[in-house]
């Protein structure tokens, strides 16, 4: 099975800060990776599908990058809406594994 | 615009079955397959299985191998998922989800599932 990680785990943050978060697989995934972002009593929200393509209607301070083991989720300027849990999400011959999560709060 | 309506949450002895239901609309329902994933609370999502409504081909995570079986009905587009021999450890919100692209684009509200004797 694949597993993901996530660093950090938890991220505080102030609104105009520029945010990274860091999912890595436990194998080669290619670009089979996707982000969400869930708040409390949410749905998680779709973000990034294929590592880096912006769901549609996702602001375009969200971007993904990555390929192979190593992904990255950037918030090019934080802000209040954007104060949840993000998760990574890996797909392989139609297996999902998701990452732990991690949250981003006020600082 | 595309919908996943879930059943209601339930209440169930360990030991029991749950069927959750999810009823889509806005899309043809055969044409994009659908994931399960659920969440205790206060803890991470938990991805356990996704169908094929079309071809109704199933594949499930190993942990609940064994014990989840998701099936459909094409006529009213519904897709369930059951999950037996319930434990405590099985409380959470259990989630529908249409796959789109190897994500899931659009989620059902979720359905609360409480086991407790």
């Given amino acids: 099975d694949i597993q993901m990680t996530q660093s950090p785990s938890t991220l505080s943050a102030s609104v105009g800060d520029r945010v990274t978060i860091t999912c890595r697989a436990s194998q080669s995934i290619s670009s089979w990776l996707a982000w969400y972002q ?31 083991t190593e992904f990255t989720l950037t918030i090019s300027s934080l802000q209040p809406d954007d104060f949840a849990t993000y998760y990574c999400q890996q797909y392989n011959s139609y297996w999902f594994t998701f990452g732990p999560g991690t949250k981003v709060d006020i600082k | 615009q595309v919908q996943l309506v879930q059943s209601g949450a339930e209440v169930k002895k360990p030991g029991a079955s749950v069927k959750v ?3 889509a609309s806005g899309y043809t329902f055969t044409s994009y397959d659908i994931n399960w994933v659920r969440q205790a609370t206060g803890q991470g999502l938990e991805w356990m299985g996704w169908m094929n409504p079309n071809s109704g081909n199933t594949g499930y995570a190993q942990k609940f191998q064994g014990r989840v079986t998701m099936t459909r009905n094409t006529s009213i587009s519904t897709a369930y998922m059951e999950l037996s021999s319930l434990r405590s450890e099985d409380t959470a919100v259990y989630y529908c989800a249409r796959i789109s692209s190897s994500s899931s684009d659009y989620w059902g509200q979720g359905t609360l599932v409480t086991v407790s004797s």
Avoid: D, T, W
């Fill in chain 1, 38 to 68: 869930q708040k409390p009593g949410k749905a998680p929200k779709l973000l990034i599908y294929k590592a880096s393509s912006l769901e549609s209607g996702v602001p375009s301070r969200f971007s993904g990058s990555g390929s192979g």
């Fill in chain 2, 21 to 23: 239901s999810c009823k």
